[in-house]
């Protein structure tokens, strides 16, 4: 299974900016999908993640209410729309997948890594 994550991008404070990351590779799709980020100097957190069974998705108190994530059946895409970007979003974000239908905030739960994409927000 490959995860291939679109390109980041600069942003300006308050400003939005969306994420792609699309799965390929196996007959399978990971049963769940979720975005990490990690930022200068600090570790790995979580971000998002949804299952494909529909169910609510689940976010890191540091973007609930301002990130999305969806996705697009059709096109095995998971999405993360960041809105009201500030400058502690600045980081660089992976898209991760597990094949268990479980949601998890832990990474170690994840098999499946994309490549990593650096969003910059700035001030």
């Known amino acids: 299974v490959q995860l291939q994550a679109s390109e980041g991008g600069m942003v300006q404070a308050g400003g939005s900016l969306l994420l792609s990351c699309t799965v390929s590779g196996r007959t399978f799709s990971p049963s769940v999908l979720g975005w990490f980020r990690r930022a200068p100097g600090k570790e790995r957190i979580f971000v998002a993640a949804m299952s494909w069974s529909r169910s609510t998705p689940i976010y890191g108190d540091s973007v609930r209410g301002r990130f999305t994530i969806s996705r697009d059946d059709a096109k095995n895409t998971v999405y993360l729309q960041m809105g009201n970007l500030g400058p502690e979003d600045t980081a660089v974000y992976y898209c991760?997948?597990?094949?268990?239908?479980?949601?998890?905030?832990?990474?170690?739960?994840?098999?499946?890594w994309g490549q990593g994409t650096l969003v910059t927000v700035s001030s």
């Open positions: 991760a997948g597990r094949r268990a239908s479980v949601m998890s905030r832990s990474s170690a739960q994840y098999t499946y």
